[in-house]
């Protein structure tokens, strides 16, 4: 059994490294539009809540999904989510919502 766990281990990776790949490679010839994703206008400097929501997503997803890995090796299981990584996720989309709100319009 420990064989096949390892075996889904390495394929689950591979897998999701191959779409990470493919999804960074029609970022950067623009097949993916990125186009007002941290700006709110073509024209504007980027929002610091949507930059700070942009490496919040992508730290917390990567720390999961290395607890995740760690987890599966030894016990075969996802691991629950960590309470301090909802919470920090959760703080991010507040800063986001709460500067979207009072952001002066231009």
């Given at each position: 059994?420990?064989?096949?766990?390892?075996?889904?281990?390495?394929?689950?990776?591979?897998?999701?490294?191959?779409?990470?790949?493919?999804?960074?490679?029609?970022?950067?010839?623009?097949?993916?539009?990125?186009?007002?994703?941290?700006?709110?206008?073509?024209?504007?400097?980027?929002?610091?809540?949507?930059v700070?929501?942009?490496?919040?997503?992508?730290?917390?997803?990567?720390?999961?999904?290395?607890?995740?890995?760690?987890?599966?090796?030894?016990?075969?299981?996802?691991?629950?989510?960590?309470?301090?990584a909802?919470?920090?996720?959760?703080?991010?989309?507040?800063?986001?919502?709460?500067?979207?709100?009072?952001?002066?319009r231009?």
């Open positions: 059994m420990a064989g096949f766990s390892f075996a889904a281990t390495i394929a689950l990776v591979a897998m999701l490294s191959a779409f990470a790949f493919v999804t960074l490679l029609k970022m950067l010839d623009g097949s993916i539009s990125m186009s007002g994703m941290l700006a709110t206008g073509k024209d504007q400097p980027n929002d610091p809540e949507r700070l929501m942009l490496i919040g997503t992508i730290a917390g997803a990567f720390a999961y999904f290395s607890y995740g890995l760690k987890s599966i090796a030894t016990g075969g299981t996802f691991p629950p989510v960590p309470q301090e909802v919470m920090a996720l959760g703080g991010s989309n507040f800063l986001y919502i709460f500067g979207k709100i009072f952001r002066p231009k």
